[in-house]
Nanobody, 125 residues
Framework: QVQLVESGGGLVQAGGSLRLSCAAS????????MGWFRQAPGKEREFVASINWRGQNTYYADSVKGRFTISRDNAKNTVYLQMNSLKPEDTADYYCAADRDSRGIQQGPGKYDYWGQGTQVTVSS
């Protein structure tokens, strides 16, 4: 069992930056791949980024590639999402998720086993 708690969301102007954190409980955190997803009002939850268990391999949605960076610190049981050059269309609730498939290649929300409660990101124009 893994419990996930996101933090770091907030209101930012377009072009600004935010860093989201996701703290995980449990001694097996390092065995899981981690992902970030987002869901805007009235839209389906969508993949943002993922990282494999060792942090060597990362994957990004085309819409955030070059602007967002996912990373993890297994010693701190934490995964991060650094978001730069934010745009109003990045406004959404952001969720971290853990996947028992440690490769980090999964992009479908249904492939992930554990979810946090989400943190809200609002980008003003």
């Amino acid at each position: 069992q893994v419990q996930l708690v996101e933090s770091g969301g907030g209101l930012v102007q377009a072009g600004g930056s935010l860093r989201l954190s996701c703290a995980a409980s449990g001694r097996t955190f390092s065995l899981y791949a981690m992902g970030w997803f987002r869901q805007a009002p009235g839209k389906e939850r969508e993949f943002v980024a993922s990282i494999n268990w060792r942090g060597q391999n990362t994957y990004y949605a085309d819409s955030v590639k070059g602007r967002f960076t996912i990373s993890r610190d297994n010693a701190k049981n934490t995964v991060y999402l650094q978001m730069n050059s934010l745009k109003p269309e990045d406004t959404a609730d952001y969720y971290c998720a853990a996947d028992r498939d440690s490769r980090g290649i999964q992009q479908g929300p249904g492939k992930y086993d554990y979810w946090g409660q989400g943190t809200q990101v609002t980008v003003s124009s």
